[in-house]
């Protein structure tokens, strides 16, 4: 079966380094979000992408964020200037179609800010 | 703004009784609602989902759920409870139209045997 794949599994960086998180989502689908998590909290929305662009972004996807598909498999969030805030489950997801359609995701990247 | 509650952090059965995990929603237009299970290390599983049609919805592993529009709500049940089934359990919802899923904060099911 299919499925969406995340790397690294974790991630620890210092304060105010970047970090680019890594996503190949399922093949043959067309949307891509990215979701995060904080210890103990709910999943967050913090972007979708579709055509190449962003669709949707919460307010949590400010300027420190951002996200691309270099190429035909990989879909990557990056954070430019990382805080201890961002510290975080961040997860992939990716769906053939919406809005009706259930997004797959992928294990998660744990990123800790020190 | 579409928003998802569940009342219950931790729900315990014994294995083989029945299970109920409760969810209720807010959306303002016909919702989509979905169940998710998260083991640990493990990224969010689709379990189920509800868009239109019958009420009572089956997914994976036994799991069903029932949608109710005039109680709002979509609690996920299953009839006999195993052990495996013990993990940490999101509702969530989207608007006809909108992109992103809006969580509930999890329900952990503890199954007991």
């Known amino acids: 079966e299919p499925e969406v794949t995340q790397t690294p599994s974790h991630q620890v960086t210092q304060m105010g380094q970047e970090v680019i998180l890594r996503c190949v989502p399922i093949s043959n689908h067309l949307y891509f979000y990215w979701y995060r998590q904080i210890l103990g909290q709910k999943v967050e929305f913090l972007v979708s992408?579709?055509?190449?662009?962003?669709?949707?972004k919460s307010e949590i996807f400010d300027d420190q964020f951002s996200v691309e598909r270099p190429d035909g498999s990989n879909f990557t969030l990056k954070i430019r200037s990382t805080k201890l805030e961002d510290s975080a489950m961040y997860f992939c997801?990716?769906?053939?179609?919406?809005?009706?359609?259930?997004?797959?995701f992928g294990p998660g990247t744990r990123l800790t800010v020190t | 703004a579409q928003s998802v509650a569940q009342p219950e952090d931790q729900v315990n059965v014994a294995e083989g009784n029945p299970l109920t995990v409760k969810c209720t929603y807010s959306?303002?237009?016909?919702?989509?609602l979905f169940w998710y299970v998260q083991y640990p290390n493990r990224g969010l599983q689709f379990l189920l989902k509800?868009?239109?049609?019958?009420?009572l919805v089956k997914g994976s592993y036994g799991f069903e759920a029932e949608f109710n529009k005039s109680q709002t709500s979509f609690h996920l049940k299953k009839p006999s409870a195993l052990v495996s089934d013990s993990a940490l359990y999101f509702c969530a919802v989207r608007d006809v139209g909108n992109t992103p899923l809006v969580f509930g904060k999890g329900t952990r099911l503890s199954v007991i045997a």
């Open positions: 997801a990716s769906s053939d179609s919406q809005p009706s359609t259930e997004q797959y």
């Open positions: 959306v303002s237009g016909n919702p989509y």
């Open positions: 509800y868009i239109t049609g019958d009420n």
């Open positions: 992408f579709y055509n190449n662009e962003i669709s949707e």
